[in-house]
Every structure is written in C-alpha cells, then in structure tokens.
C-alpha cells in the first residue's frame, strides 16, 4: 500500500525526501487556491518564482504578474493573492508569474518530486480521485506561514487524507495529527479555519470574501502540475 | 493575558525565541517521563546531556548513567529509558545524568527560557496549576522524534493546553491544532496513543508496560525544573 506523509512546513522538508513521490503542496490562504482559480477561468500556464524581481523580469517579457508579500499585492505588480482576481477580470490564454510569502517557497523546495501537484479545497475531489488513481507514495507539503504550522494547511491536509481513506498507509504523526484536526470541524470548514491566527491577521472585508471563496470545495475540477517550471493544467 | 505557544519539534525552535518564556519540554515516551519519575523516587538530582560521552564523564565521577538511542540502553551504562527502573530499583539520593534521543536535545536547544520545566501525563495537574499561578508566556516544547512531529509528545503539549483553557491566549496554530488532537482522544489515552509511529516502533512486552505507565495521569506531584544545568524538584 503506497504511504501518505504530511509535512507540516516547509522548515521541515528535509526530514521528507520527496525524491520518487507525487508531492501535493498547499497553501489555502491563498496561493494554492489562487492558483487552481487562475488555471480553471482561463490563464494558460503558472510560473512559481521566488523573488519580486524574477517575477518582474517576467513582466517584462510579457507574462501578467502577481506578487504578493505578507498577505498584501506589491507596487508594481498587476494582480496580488485573491482568488476572485481572475474571475473579475478576463485573463483567457495569458501566462501567468506569481510569486507569493510562502506557497511559491513551498513549491521549490519540493521541486525533485516525481509529480508535483497543486491542492486546494477547490479541487478537493478531483485531486483525491487522482492520486487514488495513481497508487502512488504521497507527500503533502503544508505552505505554512515563514515557517510556522498553518492551521488552514493542515486542516486541507487532512481533509485530502481522510478522503484518500484507506487507499494509503499513514507514514507520519503529522498525518494523523491533520486528519484528526479536520474530524473535528464536522464539516464546518469556515468556523474551523476562523480559529487558524491567518484568519485573525487579514480580516479586512477583502479578505472575507476570498476566505469564503477559498474553501468552497469542489467549484473546480483542476489540477495544476509542474511541468518544466510552469503549472499547468493535468 | 499570556500567550501559549507550541513548538512541535526541536527542528521549529528558531521560530520561538524561549527569551522571558516559561518553556515546559516534553518528551512523553520517554525521557520526560522518566525525569518526573526519578525524582519523584528519591533521585536527587538530573543532570541532562546531549553525548553518550559526556554521559560516561559524570558516571566516572559516580553519577548514576541513563543513556538511551533508539529506544534502546546503551551498553556500559546503568540504565535506558524505561521509568519502571526507578521504582525496581532504591536509587535515592544518587545524581543522575541522562542522555536520550530527543529529550535532551529540546531541553539544550530551550535553556535561554526564563524558567524550564519538565512534563509528563504524570505531573499534569501539579504543573498545570502551578502555570496558572505564574501568569507568564509559555512555550511548550514538543521532543519529537529525530526532527519528525511525535503524536505522544502533541497530545501531552494538548492535554496541558486545555487544562489551562482560559487562563491562556492560544499564541500559534500549533497549540490549536495539539487542542484539537487531545479532544479527539475522549479521555482514552490509551487508545489514543496507539495511533502514534513510536507505539508501532517500540512495540515488545517491556515497552507496552512503559506506555502504560507514561499515560498514568497525575501518579505524582512534583515538577522538574531546571538549576544550574541539574533537574532538581521545584
């Protein structure tokens, strides 16, 4: 039976060779699921880079780009880390930059996996029925916030675990550690991810709406995989 | 009100600075355990070490020595890491020094704490009570297993956190998430723990009667505490 391991942060990534694995990275609020939205209304392909100034680069050569830094859009840039930017706005066929606090991170240092894939709660099921599909070792990499445990992350961790079920052997606490936070939100994913200190930390109006947006499970029916550095739809 | 916060594994201790924090380690299975317990019969004091040479340095100078890796006693030393050797054997008045896998390491790694303390399922109500009294950040530092988040140890750091509820502001999701784990164990520790990756490690007749012993809530009333590089009772 293939194992599914969770890891917690992304300061913790040397502890979990992703070598030969299908790694899941996450990052709920919000780059994960900004990234399931862009590719679903429309953007042709992701870039993930680390800094602002590759993600300027980029801009240059003609790609639309987004860059986000403690929860905020930076100067310069054209869109930042809300989900309901692509649907505002008509982005058909663009290639798309992003660069973001923690989720773009979390994908480069996961980067020698066999597949890597982009999980959120938008694609919940299509990403669960895949990877059972695949039978396949399985990592989850949480995107967590500079370094520290997400509750947000961990909370799609565990939903994702509980629904690849018994399909896979539990290879970590971490794992069953998330799939014991999620049995605790009965279902209610808006008042468990309002206990997570993200949710405290941006709370403007805004805010609300893309939190909101980010846990409805299932609007999509997507995955982003990595493929030669850009995300594009499986 | 204080802050508590919860440090899953020493590998995350460089996003807690210990500074003017009460920091209480934890490392149920079983080097906390076995602190709270050898003081409790009649040791006088624990001296705790990273190396199994500093370990024999102090046996020379006529310590008692504790050294375990792996789950396993160290040959040449007096004892390993079981908490049933201090009630099988009459040590009081002896100095101990002890070196274990995990243990020893979260307690170097937390010694800028203003103040460190030891837990175990043992001690829980004495040290909780005492926190309360203090009214003072708290970090709770989880031993972990080699780097790896410890199912045992996140149950323990939550079993402590919802003892001391409302007296409190949770501080990291970290905590939340270890609040969450305990209220899924209804009360059956036992059950509970044998969901963790050590339990399915350490799985021989000696060891199942250690885990029964390390889940045996509040067996005393004494907290370890650390003084000039020795544990001595609080």
Redesign the interface.
Known sequence: MPSLEVC??P??IH?YPADGKIVVVTDILRATSCMVTALSEGIESITPVSTTTECRELQKLGYLAAAERNGEQVEGFDLGNSPLSYLENNFTGRKLAMTTTNGTLAINKSKNASELLIGAFLNLSVLSDYLKACHHDLLIVCAGW??????ED?LFAGALATKLGNSFEIG???A??SI??Y??TNDDLLSAIK????YKRLHNLKISKDIEFCIDVDRYALIPRLDHNQLVSL
Do not use: F, I, P, R
């Open positions: 917690l942060t300061e913790l502890l500079k370094g520290m445990v997400s509750y961990t970590c606490d971490s069953m550690l014991e936070q049995a605790n206990k997570s200190s993200h």
